[in-house]
């Protein structure tokens, strides 16, 4: 009666605040990236194009290019267009003698009247005081041509490298990288303030230990409402990158709670957007629908530079996994209320506030009973098939095979079929799916029966994920640290997370292991069972393919008896 009752009270709280939210503004969700998308011609080229800027309507961009047919000398500023967000681009048109010189031009960022364009200039453009500078040029409405340029000054500029500008939203704030003294690395990112738009700028800071490092953070892009700032590396292979990187540069960035608030700790992109080439020059839209940026990846059009590509921004709402955003995931929010969990914290853009509250309602009601087509979702095995030995995997190339004859039982799972395992020797594996040093994760299984000892999950040559306790049947995981050997003080692996909830009663429940890249968590049927209380600092490596119903070794003892359906893996942190 106190659960029910508890839920009860819960979902009155969900409906009284889903009213309240009726008539509030709308904002958008916590993302994901989507698959990259080469933005082809007539934008890239066989030359080099880097993203620059867009217009607040998202009509106009600005971006480089280095030699296409119509360049002025070597670096220009490009211009191109679109009737509509979804129509294509126009063929781009280059500037002009006015804005680009015979150096070096770079789009860097243009105001949110689109009145002030604000690039880079090299040393070759006459009236610069170093080897880059910060130049803006201005125009008396978005109809009429751009006037003759203006340096920053010597407030700004400096003799070393004075580069990538980006403008905030109200003007105030131009943040840039430099290389010049009283920095941390190669290059650093610096902010100088003014009072209003007609103050001069004041002496720029350095943003500090936090955001920059004894590598090099270059070309800073400030999102519309001051709360992320993204940031790359430079591509020159002898600079150092950042600890964390995928590739020669990547994109990074750094978030506030607001913007009187320090920067948070630079987190990397991930590998949708950085890949092993250099990935660099990230801008979002200013509607938060899309990421752009530059990359030299395999299969563009380009140069050393690259092309220019979009990766949608996909909001991330189903908390509890389950395909469908629904009164579940309202409870998850309203239970963490006033809290700062970060699953739940999804509002406003870009990365929630800091705080579980309405914005986080609002957010998420844009979404309910929507089907979720989720990027994160990097593996799902339904278990529905009535005969065949392929467990077929929906989203991803890694199938399963059935061993040893495990039998389809149509007409007995939680999601339509499931799984038969004997007990003795059935077992289902896989392909390499997932290496659990790689960063989050989580594994979801719905199972019936099993006795102590047995495991419903584990990787070859790795752990057992998911399985039964030998001493009472509760859930437990062998994922831990994988500890050192050798040396004068070697260091044993982390010890297993094992919970006191029983999984071998013979009833259905839905099981979970979360990885959120600092402490493991398990939960039965929607509750968490057991979490680290103490952090970790990574999960030991494995590279082997996955097996159902049976422990890593197919060892006897290990086999599953009873019903295994709907295992879903998630590159992310969930909350089931």
Same mark, same amino acid.
């Given at each position: 009666m106190k659960w029910l009752g508890r839920n009860r009270m819960r979902l009155v709280v969900v409906g009284i605040v889903i009213a309240i939210v009726v008539g509030v503004p709308r904002v958008k969700a916590d993302f994901t990236f989507g698959e990259p998308v080469n933005l082809g011609p007539p934008i890239n080229t066989s030359f080099n194009e880097v993203v620059g800027c867009f217009s607040t309507d998202g009509l106009t961009m600005y971006f480089s290019s280095a030699h296409r047919p119509g360049t002025v000398f070597n670096w220009d500023i490009w211009v191109a267009t679109?009737?509509?967000i979804d129509d294509e681009w126009t063929t781009p048109v280059n500037l002009g003698p006015t804005i680009n010189s015979f150096g070096l031009e770079q789009a860097g960022s243009i105001s949110s009247d689109g009145l002030q364009l604000y690039f880079?200039?090299?040393?070759?453009?006459p009236g610069g005081y170093g080897l880059q500078d910060v130049w803006v040029m201005s125009r008396a409405t978005p109809d009429d041509s751009w006037n003759e340029p203006v340096n920053l000054g010597s407030t700004i500029n400096g003799s070393f490298r004075d580069f990538g500008p980006s403008i905030s939203s109200d003007g105030l704030e131009l943040y840039f990288a430099s290389n010049r003294p009283g920095g941390y690395g190669y290059s650093d990112i610096?902010?100088?303030?003014?009072?209003?738009?007609?103050?001069? /700028?004041?002496?720029?800071? $350095?943003?500090?230990?936090?955001?920059n490092s004894s590598a090099s953070e270059t070309y800073p892009c400030l999102s519309d409402d001051g709360r992320l700032l993204l940031f790359n590396e430079d591509d020159d292979p002898a600079t150092p990158k950042r600890p964390g990187g995928y590739g020669g540069s990547d994109n990074w960035m750094t978030t506030r709670s607001s913007v009187s608030a320090p920067w948070g700790t630079p987190v $990397?992109?991930?590998?949708?957007?950085?890949?092993?080439?250099?990935?660099?020059?990230?801008?979002?839209?200013?509607?938060?629908?899309?990421?752009?940026?530059s990359s030299a990846r395999p299969g563009g059009l380009g140069g050393t530079k690259g092309d220019i590509y979009q990766a949608p921004i996909v909001p991330i709402v189903d908390f509890n996994a389950d395909g469908i955003v629904d009164a579940s995931d309202m409870s998850i929010v309203?239970?963490?209320?006033?809290?700062?969990?970060?699953?739940?914290?999804?509002?406003?853009?870009?990365?929630g506030d800091g705080i579980v509250d309405i914005e986080d309602i609002v957010v998420l009601s844009e979404h309910l009973f929507a089907e979720v087509d989720d990027p994160t979702l990097i593996a799902h095995w339904p278990l529905d098939e009535v005969q065949g030995d392929i467990a077929y995997n929906d989203v991803s190339d890694c199938d399963g095979t059935l061993m040893s004859g495990p039998i389809w039982q149509p007409d007995s799972g939680t999601v339509a079929g499931s799984l038969q395992f004997d007990g003795i020797d059935d077992y289902v594996g896989t392909d390499f799916v997932l290496n659990p040093a790689d960063g989050a994760f989580s594994v979801?299984? /719905?199972?019936? #029966?099993?006795?102590?000892?047995?495991?419903?999950?584990s990787q070859a040559s790795g752990a057992h994920w998911l399985m039964a306790n030998s001493v009472d049947g509760t859930l437990k995981t062998d994922l831990n640290e994988p500890g050192t050997t050798g040396g004068r003080n070697p260091i044993p692996?982390?010890?297993?997370?094992?919970?006191?909830? $029983?999984?071998?009663?013979?009833? /259905?429940?839905?099981?979970?292991?979360?990885?959120? #890249?600092?402490?493991?968590?398990?939960?039965?049927?929607g509750v968490e069972v057991a979490a680290d209380i103490e952090p970790r600092s990574v999960l030991k490596?494995?590279? #082997?393919?996955?097996?159902?119903?049976?422990?890593?070794?197919?060892?006897p003892g290990t086999y599953f008896s009873g019903l295994i359906d709907d295992i879903r893996i998630y590159n992310r942190a969930v909350s089931p």
């Open positions: 679109r009737e509509t880079t200039a090299h040393e070759d453009r610096w902010v100088s303030t003014r009072t209003t738009t007609n103050d001069p /700028w004041t002496e720029p800071t $350095n943003l500090g230990p936090v955001v $990397n992109l991930g590998p949708i957007v950085n890949s092993p080439s250099n990935d660099g020059q990230a801008v979002l839209s200013h509607d938060s629908s899309t990421l752009y940026f309203v239970d963490h209320w006033d809290t700062n969990d970060s699953l739940c914290d999804i509002g406003p853009t870009p990365l979801i299984a /719905w199972i019936k #029966g099993g006795a102590r000892g047995q495991v419903i999950l692996p982390g010890p297993p997370l094992i919970s006191a909830t $029983n999984i071998t009663d013979s009833e /259905w429940h839905r099981i979970s292991f979360v990885w959120d #890249g600092s402490h493991r968590h398990l939960h039965v049927d490596d494995s590279g #082997g393919g996955l097996y159902f119903g049976a422990g890593k070794e197919l060892a």
